[in-house]
Each structure stands twice: as C-alpha cells, then as structure tokens.
C-alpha cells in the first residue's frame, strides 16, 4: 500500500534504505498503475542526504 496520496494527483512512497533499487522503482510504479494516477515521488530519507525520485507513469 501506498504510503501518501496528495490531492488525488501525487503518490508519495517512503524509504530508509541504503540505495533505492529497481525493486523499490517497480514497487512506486505498480503503485501508479493500480490507483490510476501518473506522478509519483520516491523518497528515500536511509542515507545522509534526502534522495528524491520522480517516477511518471506512461498511461
């Protein structure tokens, strides 16, 4: 399950990993797909500095 929605347009995925993968890219776009929406922010607060990815869902 997701961990945040904003605004019905915007999925927010939360980490505190290491390194984000391919694993956690592929979790944040089968979020995408099943609610429908487009625009996703993979945040990973694990390292030193905030890593920040934005993931966009081709429809």
């Known amino acids: 399950m997701t961990d945040l929605?904003?605004?019905?347009?915007l999925l927010v995925e939360l980490?505190?990993?290491n390194a984000l993968n391919e694993v956690?890219?592929?979790q944040c776009i089968n979020y995408?797909?099943?609610?429908g929406l487009r625009l996703g922010l993979l945040l990973?607060?694990?390292m030193k500095r905030?890593?920040?990815k934005r993931i966009a869902n081709a429809v």
């Open 5 to 9: 929605i904003v605004e019905r347009v």
């Open 15 to 17: 980490k505190a990993v």
């Open 24 to 26: 956690h890219h592929a």
């Open 32 to 35: 995408l797909k099943a609610s």
């Open 44 to 46: 990973n607060f694990g």
């Open 50 to 52: 905030l890593e920040i």
